[in-house]
Every structure is written in C-alpha cells, then in structure tokens.
C-alpha cells in the first residue's frame, strides 16, 4: 500500500508539472475598431490589392444603325455608308460578336423578287463591312422580302421606311 501511495504521489505530482509548463490559455478579445485616416495618400505603387475586373459589356441591337435604300436598288446611299461604318466601328469595338443583316423591302412587286433584292441589299452591306475589315465569318445575312414591314402603311413614307437592312445578334 506504502507503494500504492508513494506512485499515486509521484503521478500527480508529473501532472502539476506538466500543467505548470502550459502556457495560461488567452482570452479572446474582439478586436476594437480602427478609425483609417483618409488625408493620408498611400503610393500607387504600394497597393497590391487588384481592382475587379468590370463586367463586360454588352452590345444592343439598337446601337446598331439601320441602312435605307432607294426604290428598287440595292446599292448603298452615303447616309447608308455613314450608317453602316457606325456599324463598323460596333463591331471592331466587340470582335466576339456575330451579326445576322436582314434585308427587308417595299410591298410592291413579287414576294421572289424581293426576296432577291432584299437579298442583294443585305450582302451589299456585309460586303461593305467586309471590306472595311470585318471577318466574313461573323456576319450573315437573310432576306424577309416585303414579309416584314415596319410600317404597314400604303405609301410612300410608310415604303421608305420598310426598303431597309436591319442588324440581328447572333452571339456575344
């Protein structure tokens, strides 16, 4: 029992010192909030921080200039020249985009004829962007004929308007 005693002895005593040689636990402490001095330029240079990057933007159709043609004709006017380099100058700004031109025309005359012509104004306007420098391959065209129109009117106001090469988007 005298034995019991003196390693019972000697085990609490191994546990007192190995407690004494742990460091007392530290209470946490929130931290205070800091007031930051604005008057105070940091260098350019010093800031390691990167900015995010801004959203990329997106192109609208309707930033898109609409190109008018004369009566039966499928060559381009100087406002449809001024027109389509505005168009020209979208597309060079975002060259991820693809656009589909759509010829329109007048009521008057027959649906294959104007599906041809409406056809000749669209690849007229894509020529022209192509020879400006944009790549072929992101623009196609199509040809709606008289089908449709933006004005239903049986005139010559409502025909100038509809005679046209409207830009679709196809991909962003």
């Known amino acids: 029992m005298k034995r019991f005693n003196?390693?019972?002895?000697?085990a609490l005593l191994f546990a007192f010192m190995m407690l004494a040689a742990c460091p007392p636990p530290t209470p946490e402490i929130e931290p205070e909030a800091t007031s930051i001095d604005t008057t105070t330029a940091i260098p350019e240079d010093t800031v390691t921080e990167e900015e995010p990057?801004?959203?990329?933007?997106?192109i609208?159709?309707?930033?898109?200039?609409?190109?008018?043609?004369?009566?039966?004709k499928s060559n381009l006017r100087s406002d449809?020249?001024?027109?389509?380099d505005a168009n020209?100058?979208?597309?060079?700004?975002?060259?991820?985009?693809?656009?589909?031109?759509e010829g329109h025309c007048d009521e008057r005359g027959t649906v294959e004829y104007n599906l041809s012509l409406g056809e000749k104004r669209a690849t007229s306007c894509k020529d022209y962007l192509v020879g400006l420098g944009i790549d072929a391959s992101r623009i196609s065209t199509i040809s709606y004929g008289k089908e449709k129109p933006v004005d239903a009117g049986h005139n010559e106001a409502a025909w100038d308007k509809n005679r046209r090469c409207e830009f679709k988007i196809v991909s962003q």
């Open 53 to 58: 990057e801004a959203p990329p933007e997106i």
């Open 6 to 10: 003196v390693l019972m002895t000697l």
């Open 60 to 72: 609208k159709e309707s930033q898109f200039a609409t190109v008018y043609f004369d009566f039966d």
């Open 88 to 101: 020209y100058d979208l597309l060079m700004q975002f060259p991820d985009v693809m656009v589909k031109i």
């Open 80 to 84: 449809s020249k001024s027109g389509l």
